[in-house]
């Protein structure tokens, strides 16, 4: 009985001991991992919802045109809702359009709502074939950028300018709640010459809002709006209007970029004689002060160029002029990568200004840039990666239609990864028009002449994940963005 | 000597002796008359069956007279037939032919009759063949005149009864009687033929004045044989007619009122009783015992008038000498108590009052008043303003029909349909709501209901050791065992079902083991099978109202497994393992026909584990222990605990050393799994904490009763040293304890909160709007019916209408199309659609509710949310056609399907076109259509219009019909899964569900089975008894 009860005693305290001893550790806590949400534009599912936050209506700055383009082989019915903005009292207007196969449409919304001063769109499409993009003509040229394919609660604009009286520059910030609730949102904006916010601002249900931050911060080289959606979600963009000496001569325009992230990836980056691109990168923490490495990667395999280093204080944005980076002369055409060193997440844009050349005779390549139209652009930087890319492309030729002998935009594929070699296939209308072999961290720029001509989606199918980037030149304006990512994009951070 | 040979000196005495073909011991009887030393009697034989019995009666006694009493009709005619005869003694001395006096008894009956004065005196009849035993010393009788034994059965004659009392009543075996008395009485009740004519002759003996009084000096044995003189055994039914005839004829008018009511009353529930326990016999009896009276009515009449002619006595004055209660009633509560039927009033007294004069049972007594106290105080909120809707506590519906209607109806509305197999305990709660007339009152009842249900069965855990004390503390320490309020507070069903069931299936586990001390009683198949039938129908109970708690015999048999092994008795194992296993078929008899459904749908683990995923909780080990499991935190104090529970092992000696091994194993085991689940080291999920802890705190009860046993038998073989102080240190902890648990009765209601989810909701009517469902996405914990994992700790579900109920918990048979609501949430949380509205509004969800908490801001604070996780509630509102509610409570987010359509509702033909697949929903979203079938059912009726269609969302099932006029509509798949009739002509249509009538003989039999069982168990009682 004493065996059986000191026994007793041993295995229950044991038992007990026991209990603690593995609750010391560790347990998986039920934590969901958080879904990666890329800041590219991206459509996912069967039915894609693209938000274009718009522009003007016919009277205004820039006014706005949507370009639907099909790369199916099989006519696409979209849904497009016009959403009305402005103090003028407009509902909301659908409509019901077609597009043919390989074929592209182009809607002028403001017929829709032809007395909404600002306009913005929403188009609903099955499946992930059509690509859709908001071109803003202004008086200054014409911008585009590909819709966006999420709203978010948080967005970041990194680099405009309100040198209203010199420069005749105007920063609008474009807001579209598409949904049927109202959003509320805060601005923060942070200035050259100091800092101001706009608080409470109400996004009605299915309209869209424009802030002219013109109005708000006068007289800057440099604003940088950090937006925070109070209540509801929406999707917001920006466009920046010039015609200075300084600022040049054009407009732009770029979704804003939803969140921070450790590293993003800029694919299109000159220099030249006649071009200023301008990095920007934005902390939006409150308290940390991100120290940030902007990474060179020439498409010259033999090149090495070391990064820049840069200090982002809290709630402030740094910008880079790359023109005034002695170490990128004569590197030809490279890629950018930004990478933050401390846990402290950033956003990063690029902007370019290109003067326009007096005379056409001069040489197009001062340094890998095309640079025979004037104008101005901009590109948010990609902090994720995928395998399939779809790239609306223009080809213009020399009489002002498009063609492939013209002086004409590139497509830049880039592999984030520090290791993996990436096999991309670029096809167009279902033919193979290029295949080509990236190496780790490198990038290869295709000129979009040589692969089709006049209006044409090329599609990117890459072994591993890769950015893809496009610069194009119009008649009187250019532009550059991201691709849409047509699968999965997983984050460029994990990439190894 | 005079006429009839009775001597003129003493008071004389005249001997009745009624016979009726008597058999040998015939003369034995007289021989006891002729041997008497009383000289004054004599002796008149009535010779009921005119058998010439004459010579018989001559050959002992030479002068008795011999009275023929051929025209008579049973005792009391017989004896009456004296009245005719001339008699002139003082007394007569009426006998039955089966009793032989004691030589002194005449002398001494009729010395203690002249001493008292008494009108009736009787003497001490004792067993014929065994004179040790007393059979009758005299009747106690209620009001319902039905007499009631002064001794017990079997009582040995240890001349405790030597003595002389008042008594209401004397049996007719032996009786002296003033014959003046006798004549004005008009003798016995004729009409009364046998049983029953000696209460009345002592009633209106009182009634007359005269004392009724039983002299324990006088013996006379007894054969009582009539059953088997006679070969007729109506015993019951001469017993129940004449008890009352007696009450209608004796009682006044004013207390007649008062009692026939309650008599009828009686009989009526003893009529069921009998009718549910198969005694036919006793129904035939009860009812012909009305009958006969009611048919005689004329006789009453008289012989009220009669005894208005005799009547000396106040009426209240003679019902003040009857029993107060109903000597039925108490015989049967003390059948089933396995107390004596007999000698009841006495041992009623001794067991009700008398009890209380012994120690062990005083202390049950106070234990069992300040629990019950402690509990019914405890809940004083929950009485007085009912029990919110919050967890697992749905509410019950409004009325008592709905809740019968949709058992009986088998069609489940959650999610998106399925038939459903209703348990039966839903049947039961609609009629105690019926009864009650108010569900919600059956709902607080039913929660309070299910902590005293486990209280008892801790209390009777132990009590096969026969220590009250050991019982008592076990009651108490399960009183204190902070489970029960922490399953209240976190509204968890599931941790009070287990409560509820885990002290009895823990009993029965031990009984199962015949370990000592559960091996008392005879042992053989039938003992066996009681016990395991016992623990089926635990399980089986526990299983109807939580499925998953059936599996708490699993967790405690493994507790006891691994005990008796590390206890070196492995002897019981086997038993073990076969107890489990032959309680199955029981259990499964009460849980009918789920049981079968959910065999025949195949096994479905998630249902048992009520949408959990097996991730990790937040809950640690040092919680587990304390029972912290819940919305509050019983504090260190539970710690406490540990001292009673070390007692019994460093004290306990033999089988309570043994039996304490064993439920620290239980207790062990049940932490390991919680420990196990919460950790989320097992590849598939487990039922509520609440339920998985319940083995734990019966078996901490069982240890702290096994302490007090250990104290009581084993600490007075110790030397006197530390184990002694063990003691003072074990009272004061339990005293810490009592007093630590005070502060849970502070709010009245086991801190449960005061406001449910459904009070800060606002959901539209939909009668005024059509039916619509509601999803619900949150913790599995908060939801209030069974949910399906969708992330880790985080569940849906989905309801009709604008309240969830006890309906929605109901067990579907099958998923039905539940994996569309999957599908659908997929597709938003994925981000692959911005128009999960549309898809929702093909089930025809109207709202999303995200629950973060388990009831509303302020009752539960942020610090003890688990909210949805952010990515969910973004990818919610990134849908274009959900409009979040603004301004709900913050412990929600409600969002408002702006593209929903009713659930059933009128659209133009061809309403679906292009419609091939459900996701096509999200490009050719449905037109809202005319809302209808809006209300209560099915069935459901409405007028339509010609060239309609009509859709219906729900699971496509046979048994949905839809009639036109009464004529059947023709059917199609509408939106790839639901259904849309199509009318040819405008009328009157109905929409109805009718379960195969296979299911509905199913129903009944599970709804049957616990009364089956009950009945069962009532009848082995009584037959034990």
């Known amino acids: 009985m004493r065996s059986m009860r000191v026994l007793a005693i041993i295995a229950i305290g044991g038992l007990l001991l026991a209990g603690v001893l593995v609750d010391i550790g560790d347990r998986a806590v039920p934590h969901r991992a958080d879904q990666y949400e890329s800041a590219l534009v991206a459509p996912a599912g069967v039915v894609n919802t693209w938000f274009c936050p718009g522009g003007s209506g016919v009277a205004g700055i820039a006014e706005l045109t949507v370009q639907m383009m099909n790369r199916s082989d099989e006519r696409r019915t979209v849904t497009v809702s016009v959403l009305p903005g402005g103090s003028a009292p407009q509902d909301l207007s659908t409509l019901e359009m077609s597009i043919e196969p390989r074929g592209r449409v182009l809607l002028q919304p403001s017929e829709a709502v032809p007395d909404a001063e600002w306009v913005g769109v929403m188009v609903e499409t099955t499946g992930a074939d059509v690509v859709v993009e908001q071109i803003l003509t202004a008086a200054e040229g014409v911008g585009r950028s590909p819709c966006l394919t999420r709203t978010a609660g948080s967005w970041i604009v990194s680099n405009g300018a309100t040198r209203l009286a010199v420069e005749k520059e105007r920063f609008v910030v474009m807001l579209l709640n598409p949904f049927p609730d109202v959003a509320v949102v805060d601005i923060e904006l942070v200035a050259d010459v100091g800092r101001d916010s706009i608080d409470g601002l109400v996004v009605p249900a299915q309209r869209v809002a424009a802030v002219d931050i013109t109005s708000e911060v006068t007289v800057a080289s440099t604003v940088a709006a950090f937006i925070d959606v109070v209540s509801g979600r929406v999707a917001a963009s920006w466009i920046q209007v010039a015609d200075g000496l300084i600022a040049g001569r054009g407009i732009r325009t770029a ?142 030729d020399q009489d002002g239609a498009t063609g492939p002998d013209s002086e004409t935009g590139s497509l830049v594929i880039v592999n984030p990864s520090p290791a993996g070699i990436a096999q991309a296939d670029v096809t167009v209308a279902g033919n193979l028009v290029s295949s080509v072999e990236i190496g780790p961290l490198r990038s290869r720029r295709l000129p979009l002449s040589g692969l089709g001509s006049g209006h044409f989606v090329v599609e990117v199918d890459s072994s591993a994940p890769v950015v893809v980037g496009r610069e194009v030149v119009g008649l009187t304006s250019r532009s550059a963005s991201l691709g849409v990512a047509v699968d999965q994009p997983v984050p460029i951070a994990g990439l190894r | 000597m005079g006429a009839n040979g009775i001597a003129q000196h003493q008071p004389t005495v005249l001997a009745v002796v009624v016979a009726h073909e008597p058999g040998d011991w015939f003369v034995e009887t007289l021989e006891s008359l002729s041997l008497q030393d009383y000289e004054a009697l004599g002796t008149v034989v009535v010779d009921a069956a005119s058998s010439g019995i004459g010579e018989r009666v001559s050959e002992v006694i030479g002068d008795a007279a011999v009275v023929d009493g051929a025209e008579t009709t049973g005792f009391s005619q017989a004896a009456n037939a004296v009245l005719d005869a001339g008699i002139e003694a003082d007394f007569l001395l009426v006998c039955h032919d089966d009793v032989a006096l004691a030589p002194d008894a005449v002398s001494v009956l009729v010395a203690e009759a002249l001493r008292s004065n008494a009108g009736i005196v009787g003497p001490k009849i004792v067993e014929w063949d065994r004179p040790e035993i007393i059979q009758h010393a005299g009747y106690d009788v209620d009001r319902f005149g039905v007499p009631a034994e002064r001794v017990g059965a079997d009582e040995l004659d240890q001349e405790q009864q030597d003595g002389v009392s008042d008594v209401f009543a004397l049996p007719s075996a032996v009786l002296l009687i003033r014959r003046e008395l006798f004549v004005r009485l008009g ?45 007729v055994d109506d015993t019951r ?187 039966g305990i839903l049947m039961y709660l609609g009629l105690l709501g019926w009864v009650l007339g108010s569900m919600a009152l059956v709902r607080t009842l039913a929660v309070i209901a299910l902590i005293v249900v486990g209280l008892a069965g801790s209390y009777r855990l132990l009590s096969a050791t026969g220590s009250r004390r050991a019982q008592a503390s076990t009651l108490f320490a399960y009183l204190l065992v902070p489970l029960a309020p922490a399953s209240v507070a976190s509204g968890s069903v599931a941790g009070l079902v287990g409560y509820a069931a885990a002290p009895w299936m823990l009993r029965e586990l031990l009984r199962a083991s015949r370990a000592a001390p559960f ?106 222990l304390r029972f912290a499991v819940g919305a509050s935190d019983p504090g260190w104090i539970v710690w406490l605990f540990a001292l009673p529970m070390a007692v019994p092992l460093l004290l306990g000696r033999g089988w309570r050393l043994e039996q304490s091994v064993r439920l620290w194993m239980v207790a062990i085991v049940a932490w390991a799994v919680a420990l196990a689940a919460q950790r989320g080291v097992l590849p598939f999920g487990l039922p509520d904490l609440h339920l998985l802890l319940a083995p734990a705190a019966v078996a901490v009860a069982g240890l702290c009763g096994m302490a007090a046993l250990s104290i009581e038998h084993d600490l007075r073989f110790s030397h006197f040293g530390w184990r002694q102080a063990l003691v003072p240190v074990t009272v004061a902890a339990s005293l810490l304890l009592a007093v630590g648990s005070i502060g849970s009765l502070e709010d009245g209601r086991w801190r449960l909160v005061a406001s449910d989810h459904h009070s800060a909701l606002r959901f539209e009517p939909p009668v005024l709007e059509g039916a619509y469902r509601v999803l619900w996405i949150g913790a599995p914990e908060f939801l209030a019916t069974e949910g399906h994992s969708l992330a880790p700790g985080v569940a849906w579900a989905a309801t009709v209408g604008d309240s969830v109920t006890l309906l929605d918990r109901a067990i579907p048979l099958d998923p039905g199309r539940a994996d569309l609501f999957s599908t659908v949430i997929e597709e938003i949380e994925q981000g692959r659609t911005a128009r999960g509205g549309r898809l929702l509004a093909g089930l025809g969800v109207r709202y999303v509710v995200l629950l973060h908490r388990l009831a509303p801001a302020p009752f539960v604070s942020e610090e003890d949310s688990r909210p949805v996780p952010p990515d969910l509630i973004a990818a919610m509102r990134d849908q274009l056609d959900l409009e979040l509610v603004e301004g709900t409570n913050s412990a929600v987010d409600m969002f408002v399907n702006t593209a929903w359509v009713p659930m059933r509702a009128l659209y133009p033909p061809g309403f679906d076109e292009g ?63 639901a259904r849309a009739y199509q009318p040819s002509e405008a009328g009157e249509v109905q929409l109805s569900y009718s379960a195969p009538w296979w299911r509905h003989g199913g129903q009944l039999v599970g709804a049957a089975a616990p009364v089956v069982l009950v009945l069962a168990w009532l009848r082995r009682r009584m037959d034990r008894s």
């Open chain 1, 255 to 396: 979704p804003a970029v939803p969140g921070a992230a450790d590293l993003w990836h800029l694919p299109v980056a000159a220099v030249g004689a006649d071009r200023r691109d301008v990095v920007a990168v934005s902390n939006p923490s409150a308290t940390d002060t991100a120290e940030v490495d902007v990474e060179i990667i020439p498409e010259d395999p033999q090149i090495d160029v070391g990064p820049i280093e840069i200090t982002v204080r809290p709630g402030r944005t740094a910008l880079i002029d790359l023109s005034r980076q002695a170490r990128l002369d004569g590197i030809g055409h490279f890629s950018l990568a930004v990478r933050s060193l401390t846990p402290v997440p950033v956003a990063a844009s690029i902007t370019s200004v290109t003067a326009a050349f007096a005379d056409a005779d001069s040489p197009a390549d001062t340094g890998g840039t095309a640079a025979a139209v004037a104008g101005s652009t901009a590109t948010i930087g990609a902090d994720g990666a995928a395998r399939r890319w779809l790239v609306p492309a223009e080809v213009r």
């Open chain 2, 187 to 231: 003798g016995f009740d004729g009409g009364m033929t046998f049983r029953g004519e000696d209460v009345d002759l002592c009633w209106r003996a009182q009634m007359a004045g005269a004392r009724v009084m039983f002299v324990g000096g006088a013996v006379a044995r007894h054969r009582e044989g009539l059953v088997s003189r006679t070969g």
């Open chain 2, 237 to 423: 039914l001469t017993e129940t007619r004449h008890a009352l005839r007696a009450m209608l004829v004796n009682h006044g008018r004013i207390s007649l009122t008062v009692f026939l009511p309650v008599a009828l009353l009686m009989a009526v529930f003893e009529v069921l009783l009998a009718i549910f326990t198969a005694r036919f016999g006793r129904v035939r009896d009860v009812i012909k015992a009305w009958v006969w009276n009611i048919s005689r009515l004329d006789v009453v009449s008289q012989r009220r008038q009669a005894n208005a002619q005799v009547r000396r006595v106040r009426q209240a004055d003679v019902t003040a000498l009857q029993y107060f209660g109903s000597v039925r009633l108490l015989s049967f509560l003390r059948r089933q108590s396995g107390a004596e039927p007999s000698g009841l009033l006495s041992a009623a007294g001794r067991g009700v009052f008398g009890g209380l004069r012994t120690g062990t049972n005083r202390l049950a007594w106070i234990a069992w008043i300040v629990v019950l106290a402690f509990v019914l105080f405890g809940s004083r909120r929950l009485l007085s303003s009912g029990v919110p809707a919050v967890g697992d506590f749905a509410a019950f519906g409004e009325d008592a029909s709905g809740m019968l209607k949709s058992w009986w109806g088998g069609w489940s509305e959650r999610n998106a349909g399925a038939p459903s197999s209703n348990l």
């Open chain 2, 519 to 624: 091996r008392q009683g005879p042992q053989g198949f039938a003992s066996h099978a009681a016990v395991y039938v016992s623990l089926g129908v635990a399980a089986g109970a526990a299983a109807l109202i939580v499925p998953a708690a059936a599996a708490l015999v699993v967790l405690l048999a493994a507790g006891l497994v691994a005990g008796s092994l590390l206890a070196g008795r492995p002897e019981g194992v086997p038993r073990l393992l076969v107890a489990v296993v032959l309680a199955v078929p029981t259990a499964a008899f009460l849980a009918f026909p789920t049981v079968v459904d959910l065999l025949a749908s195949g096994p479905d683990w998630g249902f048992l584990a009520d949408g959990r995923d097996g991730s990790a909780g937040m809950v640690s080990f040092g919680e587990i």
């Open chain 2, 915 to 977: 419609i091939e697949d459900f996701t096509d929903l999200e490009v050719r979203p449905l037109n809202a259509g005319s809302p209808m079938f809006s209300g209560d059912g099915p069935p459901w009726t409405a007028r339509i219009p010609d060239n309609a269609e009509i859709l219906i969302s729900h699971t496509p099932r046979p048994g949905w019909e839809l009639t036109v006029d009464g004529e059947p509509v023709p059917r199609r798949e509408a939106l790839s899964w």
